[in-house]
């Protein structure tokens, strides 16, 4: 029985053996399965087969097949054999379309030329049609469907009408495409084929509403078109709200924003889980509207909640704007460079280098924002062609050399700046940008008039514009006209509430109107002034009131006191006193009484004000009845000056002025002190690390001859000094800071009856600076000085506050 079974056995593995493939029962039962869409165990029979002999007939188009239907196209068109005469049509047909959904669509057009050699099929001229246009042969692809219509029977005429309409579509008449499709539409209203290529063709044509109401017509729509189609609407509400927002004032003005911003979270609400396509899509477009609404905050929080998903250009520039806002900007950086990787030839690709090359800047990568700048100027040139041939400017030129001007400013270069903008306005004298430009860069450099003469006359030319009642309110704000600045902010408040400049504008107007606490504190270390002074120290304090238009109490507190080797008993002077101080665009003064607090019971009073008729010249006069400037080693014999000064001031620029100052101090002891000083500053480099200053000094003064001064007393003398300050940069973030100087001076000082000698001098401090609200200034200097002939070394400290609260 064993050997009778295993014979059986044997013979049956023979005849299986001598069996073909497809005579098989398992393989039918696997192409069963295959056709019921389960084509694994078929396409393993096949291969197995194929591994031991090429296949030939049904085989191979069942292997071909399966392969397509295992989502294999690209392995089914790579084992097409070069000789085709063997392989069903259906099989050719379904290889067709296989190389039109991969791109291959040469193959495509000579598989579709094959059939219809064949047998004259509506439905393979049509794909032959679509092929050559997504080929790019659309002439063939339009003679194609031109000589199949003539002969093609009635049945087929839709066919052909749907394929026409696809390729005008891929041609880009789209408006041709719409016409002819609502033609067809309307002739056959129940064509589900036709109705999806129309609103696909009013969804690229920016018609997403019109779309929308095909696409739900009949109720049959493709769902993944009318997805879509709801989808655009949305988006392109967003966008006439970006228009809105743009042309209208107030909080109206965010009316379709906010619409679209409630219709996008409506949707993305009822989507299913599954549409994991369209959920992203909805929160990409999200992220844009956010920002477009100034919801930074918002549009951070949802994209930090989706780490994970694929973001577009457009929204990852829409977070790296949110992020700038926010003052992040290593992040904006990272992700304006990711957007402009992804898509560098985008419209908006302009707007998101600059925004790139902001977020260097403020994140102290100025080498950064040099090279940026530099491959801006490169790839933007003056003039461009367009398709046509005909030369033309180039807006976006303009745009990048403004950039670069403006940047150049920010980083403290403002002379170079203005010549550039100077440069571009002769190309454009009428550009309101440019205007708008030049006169924030008058501001910079301390011209407010020039400034607001600019703004006033942009303001004729569109009295709407809230950019330049912005700049007036600067200009207010750099003039002391405060009440007129409280008018402006309060109208730019009504008309767009929400804008950032306009809460930069507020923030420094609050910070103005605070009370204010300046105190100016030094400590000699060792002699100084030809006085042998020993513990030398001296403070000026002063508290300012919260200002009442364009005035501001203040209360002051001064304090003098030294020992004197030669002298028994330390000098003292201390003062405290009320006054009032006035600022405006005319200029500035300040009048007060003082009262003696050291005993002496001296009262004292001032009075001067600074007159600056334009944004050049400033002069000033200045009284002081009991003046600190008397010497304070004369108070130990009760003596005391009165002091009057005239000054003059011209102001170039902020990188050269002239000065010049007469004073006089009458001394109770018969003495009278006059002087005369003049001097020159000029900046020779400026940079936003670096900035290196020049100050020469010439004063001469007179004394009368008074035997009986204890003080330093010289009939005449004169000095001239020559200091070079530096300025370094240390730290910064936005509006704070900190800043080292090094001030090195050299000079020579010459006194009556003592010849002259040498005067070097050696300054050291730092700077903290926290925005408008205050600085504290820190240093140390050592000076050498002849008096009566013989060098006098001084060393002292000093600290420096101002603080607002």
């Known amino acids: 029985m064993s050997s009778l079974l295993l014979g059986l056995c044997v013979a049956s593995s023979s005849l299986m053996a001598e069996t073909p493939l497809w005579q098989q029962a398992d393989y039918a039962a696997a192409i069963l399965k295959a056709r019921a869409g389960e084509p694994a165990p078929a396409l393993a029979m096949l291969e197995s087969q194929r591994a031991r002999a090429p296949l030939q007939g049904s085989l191979l188009d069942d292997y071909l097949t399966l392969l397509c239907w295992s989502g294999r196209p690209d392995d089914a068109l790579a084992s097409l054999p070069s000789a085709r005469a063997g392989l069903r049509s259906d099989t050719l047909a379904l290889l067709a379309r296989a190389a039109r959904d991969t791109k291959h669509y040469p193959l495509a057009v000579e598989l579709y030329q094959t059939l219809l050699q064949r047998e004259a099929r509506a439905d393979w001229t049509a794909g032959l049609a679509m092929a050559q246009a997504e080929a790019g042969l659309l002439a063939d692809a339009r003679h194609t469907l031109d000589q199949a219509e003539l002969t093609a029977p009635a049945g087929d005429v839709r066919e052909l009408l749907r394929a026409r309409g696809y390729v005008l579509i891929q041609a880009g008449q789209l408006t041709e495409a719409l016409a002819y499709l609502q033609r067809r539409q309307a002739e056959y209203p129940d064509d589900v084929p036709l109705q999806s290529l129309l609103v696909e063709v009013q969804l690229r044509l920016s018609m997403p509403q019109q779309a929308l109401a095909t696409a739900r017509r009949g109720g049959a729509a493709d769902a993944v078109l009318l997805r879509q189609a709801e989808f655009d609407r949305i988006a392109t509400l967003s966008r006439w709200g970006r228009v809105q927002e743009s042309l209208q004032n107030g909080m109206e003005r965010h009316a379709q924003t906010d619409a679209a911003l409630a219709q996008n979270q409506q949707w993305l609400d009822a989507l299913p889980a599954t549409e994991t396509r369209f959920t992203t899509l909805a929160l990409d477009d999200r992220l844009q509207m956010l920002t477009q609404r100034g919801r930074f905050a918002d549009t951070l929080q949802l994209y930090q909640a989706h780490p994970g998903l694929p973001w577009s250009p457009y929204a990852r520039a829409a977070v790296a704007d949110a992020y700038l806002a926010q003052r992040q900007p290593e992040l904006a950086a990272a992700l304006y460079r990711a957007a402009l990787q992804a898509k560098p030839a985008a419209d908006e690709a302009l707007d998101w280098r600059s925004g790139l090359v902001y977020a260097l800047l403020e994140s102290n990568d100025f080498a950064g924002v040099c090279a940026e700048l530099a491959a801006m100027r490169a790839t933007t040139p003056r003039v461009r062609s367009n398709a046509a041939g005909q030369r033309s400017f180039n807006p976006d030129y303009q745009r990048v050399m403004l950039l670069d001007a403006m940047l150049a400013a920010y980083q403290d270069q403002t002379r170079a700046a203005w010549l550039q903008v100077e440069q571009l306005l002769r190309d454009a004298p009428f550009n309101a940008e440019l205007r708008q430009n030049q006169a924030a860069l008058a501001l910079l450099r301390g011209w407010p008039r020039r400034a607001g003469d600019i703004y006033r006359r942009l303001q004729v030319d569109d009295p709407a514009s809230l950019e330049a009642r912005a700049g007036l ?5 750099d003039t002391w006209e405060y009440p007129q600045a409280a008018a402006l902010l309060g109208e730019l408040r009504q008309q767009r509430p929400d804008w950032k400049e306009l809460d930069r504008l507020q923030r420094s107007y609050d910070w103005s109107q605070r009370p204010e606490l300046t105190v100016e504190a030094g400590r000699d270390l060792s002699g100084g002034q030809g006085s042998s002074e020993q513990n030398a120290w001296d403070t ?6 919260a200002a009442v238009g364009h005035w501001r109490l203040f209360a002051q507190h001064q304090l003098q006191r030294a020992s004197y080797v030669d002298q028994p008993e330390p000098a003292r002077y201390e003062s405290g006193g009320l006054g009032l101080q006035y600022r405006s665009v005319q200029g500035s003064g300040e009048f007060g009484v003082l ?17 600056t008729p334009d944004d050049q010249w400033s002069l000033g006069a200045r009284y002081e009845q009991n003046s600190a400037d008397t010497p304070l080693k004369a108070r130990l014999s009760q003596i005391r000056g009165n002091k009057a000064e005239l000054h003059a001031g ?3 620029d902020d990188y050269r002025q002239f000065s010049l100052q007469l004073s006089q101090l009458s001394l109770s002891d018969g003495n009278l002190r006059q002087s005369l000083g003049g001097g020159w500053t ?3 480099y400026s940079g936003p690390l670096y900035k290196l200053d020049s100050t020469l000094w010439l004063a001469a003064s007179h004394n009368r001859d008074t035997p009986s001064a204890l003080y330093f007393n010289p009939q005449s003398d004169s000095e001239a000094d020559l200091t070079i300050t530096q300025d370094w940069r240390l730290w910064g973030r936005y509006d704070n800071s900190l800043h080292q100087r090094l001030g090195l001076t050299v000079g020579t000082y010459q006194q009556q009856g003592y010849g002259s000698g040498g005067v070097w001098g050696l300054m050291l401090e730092q700077e ?6 205050a600085s504290l200034r820190y240093g140390y200097s050592r000076v050498r000085h002849p008096y009566d002939g013989k060098a006098d070394f001084g060393s ?10």
């Open 473 to 477: 309110a600067s200009v207010a704000l």
């Open 540 to 545: 000026l304090s002063r508290l300012y009131s």
């Open 595 to 611: 009262a003696g607090l050291d005993g002496q019971s001296q009262a004292g009073a001032f009075a001067g004000y600074n007159w």
């Open 650 to 652: 011209y102001r170039v």
């Open 682 to 684: 000029e900046r020779w």
């Open 768 to 773: 903290w600076r926290w925005g408008e609200r």
């Open 796 to 805: 002292k400290v000093y600290l420096n506050i101002d603080w607002r609260f």
